[in-house]
Every structure is written in C-alpha cells, then in structure tokens.
C-alpha cells in the first residue's frame, strides 16, 4: 500500500503534522467508518468518515465521527442552505478523485467548502481517510480545520 496520496501530498505541503495507520479495508462492511475504527482499535468518536454532500445542489464536504449520522437539517443550516443531500457515490469519485472508501478532504480534485462536526474539536487527535483504502491520517482536529479552511459545526443527529 502506498503512503503517499493527494491527501498526504496536500498535508506535507500545508506543513500539517500527522501520522498514518493501516488496516485491511473491507469492502463487504456494513459501514466503512466503524470497520476501521475496529480494525485500527481506535474508538469510533475519533475515526472521522468523510462524506461528500450536495448543498442546494452544489458540491461540500462533510466530516464526522463514524459512530454518528449526519443530520441534513444541521448540515444545510450550517452553510446557510435550504436543502442538503448525499452526492451519489459515482459523483463523489469523479469530483473528488478517490474512490468510496477511500475519500479524504485532504487533497480533492477540487476543494469544496468543508464542515467537520464540531463535537470532533474536543479531541486531542482524530483520524481521517489518508485518500486510499485502508488508510487512515491521525492529526489534530484543529490542523485540519485549519488546512481545509473549514467550520466547526453540529452536524450530527
């Protein structure tokens, strides 16, 4: 597996301190985020999914613990939209260049405004998508707030 990604490029570049964990990605779970919580043996508040969104139609990015669910509602509020829904998956790649599973917010094709779910904040260290299946960035929520140029807000039902 390589550890150098779009997304780890785009870390080095942002002077951003991480590090990196690998797991075998399983493609048959149920839900992607809490395999690799388990299989890292990490608690799941601190393995953050990435999920690609659309916002009255335009693309954003949406980053939370992957023992929670987004809320819309929230979510739509918080970028001052009147609608939010999941992008499908083939628009998610195709924007983002990763594949599902595989998608960072570190990196994309082209960057989207980005929410990360503020209860994430509390957390000294958080892990995200490292742009590749089964790989996982560990870094300081604040640092990626901070290179994504994103807000911190409640996004979870």
Do not use: W
């Amino acid at each position: 597996m390589a550890r150098t990604t779009r997304a780890t490029q785009f870390l080095d570049k942002a002077g951003i301190a991480y590090t990196t964990a690998t797991y075998d990605y399983d493609p048959n779970a149920e839900r992607i985020g809490l395999q690799a919580a388990e299989a890292i043996g990490e608690h799941p508040s601190r393995v953050l999914k990435t999920l690609m969104v659309e916002l009255d139609g335009k693309p954003a990015c949406v980053v939370v613990p992957s023992d929670r669910e987004v809320s819309m509602k929230k979510l739509a509020s918080a970028f001052g939209a009147k609608s939010a829904a999941m992008m499908k998956p083939a628009n998610a790649e195709k924007l983002t260049g990763f594949v599902v599973g595989g998608i960072s917010p570190f990196g994309q094709k082209k960057q989207v405004p980005t929410a990360i779910e503020i209860s994430a904040m509390e957390e000294a260290l958080v892990y995200m998508n490292g742009g590749q299946r089964g790989l996982q960035v560990r870094l300081s929520p604040k640092d990626a707030l901070a290179a994504l140029n994103a807000i911190a807000a409640p996004l979870t039902a």
